[in-house]
């Protein structure tokens, strides 16, 4: 039977610290609604602290948001939790989202401490917190470079406090994909009450891992994903909540599931890419332009044979109309006899001989042919024949 993998949704936090992407209240209420219908399972709306703008947002979003778990982000301080407590009195269902640093570089050079401190004033956070909300995550910041009997400690003691989630953030994005593993199977094997919470992958993209280390944890052990629409978020990202999301659908075999719905990816990947001015690659996997694009013949050929040859998904699956042959000087006759085709034209071997011909001179000129060029091309070849 599959498990299901909770969808933490930092786009308005993680995602919205990314220079020249900050949004204004009416912006963030219209994505927090759409992620709440997308059905991912926790909305992080903010860090109510850190600005007036940011607990009202906080606080807007706890109104609106109907089915998803709403969380505040706060540090391991007093003052931090009680605003976050007070922007999220509304929520339906509240989480406060409260830790601190858990590698020696974080605990010597940020905090000036020790790791027996650190520890207590993470058990203190998490036992404060409590007192205002039944639903807190703990985050474990910079566990990807933590020592690893450490983070087991910290991990157990404050699940001992009340931690209902643990966050290990990769937050340098540092890991490989075996690293993560073992990191997330040794706590799974050395946390006696590693069943009291769930296990959290927040994994950063600086080196290109995100993705593939979430997953990683995934299959450790870790139930929750904290993620963001296109991957947007700090230095170069975070983890792309449509390339997890699809990779679990796709790889059914893992034997997980999300309560996404996956027909919303591409329209809600554009929303945030035009509201929050963060334009997505063309070659983003999953919601980027050439993610169901085929241009080489040999691509165009089979696909148009079997779809399954060169797709392991469906461009519907994911909100996308269909797939897109493009024609270039790369494409062959198969793909042009296709398109013509749609476009009313019927030809036999001759005359699609004596075409591609054409075709390949037109293409070498403009790089891409279109419909109406192609239709022009037509015209001409039947005037000079007449």
Known sequence: MSEKIYVFDTTLRDGEQVPGCQLNLDEKMMIA???????????????PVSSPGDFKSVEAISKVVE????????RAVKNDIEVAADALKLARRPRIHTGIGSSDIHIQHKFNSNRDEILQRGVDAVKYARTFVEDVEFYAEDAGRADLEFLARLTEAVIKAGATVV???DTTGYLLPNQMYDR?????????????AILSMHNHNDLGMATANTIAGVRAGARQVEVTINGIGERAGNTSLEEIVMTLK????????????????????HLVAKTMRMPVQANKAIVGRNAFAHSSGIHQDGFLKHSQNYEIMT??????NKSD????????????????SLLGFTIGKEKLDQTY??????????????????????????EAEA
Do not use: W
């Open 325 to 340: 042959i493009v024609l270039t000087a790369r494409s062959g006759r198969h793909a042009i006899k296709h398109r013509l």
């Open 357 to 382: 011909d054409q075709f390949l001179e037109l293409a070498d000129q403009i790089k891409e042919v279109n419909d109406k060029d192609l239709v022009t091309l037509m015209k001409q070849m039947a």
């Open 33 to 47: 609604k759409e992620l709440d219908k997308l059905g991912v399972d926790i909305i992080e709306a903010g860090f």
């Open 250 to 269: 796709v790889h059914k075999d893992l034997g997980f599931y999300t309560d996404i719905n996956t027909q919303m990816l591409s329209p809600l990947s």
């Open 167 to 169: 966050n290990l953030p």
């Open 315 to 320: 461009p519907q699956e994911v909100g996308i």
């Open 184 to 196: 997330v199977d040794y706590l799974m094997n050395n946390v006696p009450n590693v069943d009291k």
């Open 67 to 74: 089915n998803a778990t709403v969380c505040g982000l706060t």
